[in-house]
């Protein structure tokens, strides 16, 4: 029966494979029969810093009014973005999270007959949201583990019709520097929408790291994806944002639906916005913390990819997923990277120093088993 149902749904959605997160700490719990507060989770790149309670605070007072549906422009939050980054609120678009963004982008310019270009090890959902809508993947081999500019635009077609970099790099952590992007956006034909994808954007502190906002003013066809969900904490809460021209807006707008993102999100992300004491905490977590990471896989002689995210990706040099499962015996869940054709891989996301630790010495412990199963 259920087969028979399986049959009916349309090719393309029976060949995809759906995404797969980071594995829950209450999973791992009870699979383990541990108090889930024992558990370290290094595996979404979530901040590690717990909520902001002013965030907390304006949910409170927003969920008085949770019998009511949210409002559907998101004025407030537009108007704070827009204040905050000097632009319309007609060139913004709100997501449930920017994965809802990036569905907003297939849903409005990808078909059967046309294709979207991306990234070897470029971000999951570029893949998953384009074989859904019927477009072709046009994947391009990475170069030291990045986006290829060349080759991308080498890739591009009169069918195309968008092309996703993010900046930085997801799972690898690369990034594009100003110059290269500005040049391979004025190469970029106009008939490609450009997502540019900044979900971890405010963790990079290097001057050299371009702000995509600088450039939408000048590319109509530039879309510049934003999260709050990373350095701003919101990652439960779900929300994030698009700045592209107000026509490319309006389209999304098109495909959106109408209550996307919830009141709550609405609420708690004004407040998120308004403090930049939480997001500056949280910076300088992230660089102590992904020094301490560096440091301690230095000394485990592993080698990392340079990164300016809040994550690191290891080569372990021998299958990752032994050391995988070892680290989870031991209460610490990281990220591996076989869906990314990265067997020998993990990344791991940056945690308060405890908790790097814990993964360290829990590394160093798994990769002892993992050497003496293998002999
Ligand atoms: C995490 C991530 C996102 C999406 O995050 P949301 O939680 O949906 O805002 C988008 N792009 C990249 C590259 C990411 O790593």
Known sequence: MSDHIHTLALPRIRALSPYVPGKPVDELARELGLD?????????????????????????????????????????????????????????????????IIVMVADAFLAEGRNAVFSQYGFAAYPLATQASGAECREVAARAWGNDL?????????????????????????????????????????????????????????????DGLDHVARHPNLLVSRSLCKAYGLAGLRVGYAVSSPAVADLLNRVRQPFNVNSLALAGACAALDDDAYLEAG???????????????????????????????????????????????????????????????????????????????????????AAHVAH
């Open 36 to 100: 889930p507060a024992d558990i370290v989770k290094l595996a979404s790149n979530e901040n590690p810093m717990g909520p902001n309670p002013r965030v907390l605070e304006a949910i409170r007072s927003a969920a008085r009014h949770l019998t009511r549906y949210p409002d559907g422009n998101g004025f407030a939050l537009k108007a704070r973005l827009g204040e905050r980054f000097g632009i319309d609120a007609a060139q913004i678009t709100l997501g449930n999270g920017s994965n809802d």
């Open 150 to 210: 060349e080759g991308m635009l080498a890739a591009i077609d009169g069918d195309t019709r968008v092309l996703f970099i993010a900046n930085p790099n997801n799972p690898t952590g690369t990034w594009v520097d100003r110059p290269n992007l500005e040049r391979f956006l004025a190469c970029v034909p106009r008939h490609v929408l450009v997502v540019l994808d900044e979900a971890y954007l405010e963790y990079a502190d290097d001057a050299d790291l371009p």
């Open 283 to 369: 910076r300088r977590v992230n660089r102590l913390g992904l020094a301490q990471l560096q440091a301690g896989l230095d000394e485990l002689g592993l080698c990392w990819i340079p990164t300016r995210a809040n994550f690191v990706t290891v080569d372990l040099g021998m299958p990752a997923q032994p050391v995988y499962q070892s680290l989870l015996r031991q209460g610490v869940i990281v990220r591996p990277l076989d869906g990314y054709g990265l067997p020998c891989h993990l990344r791991i996301s940056v945690g308060l120093e405890h908790e790097n630790r814990r993964f360290l010495d829990a590394l160093a412990t798994a990769i002892k088993e």
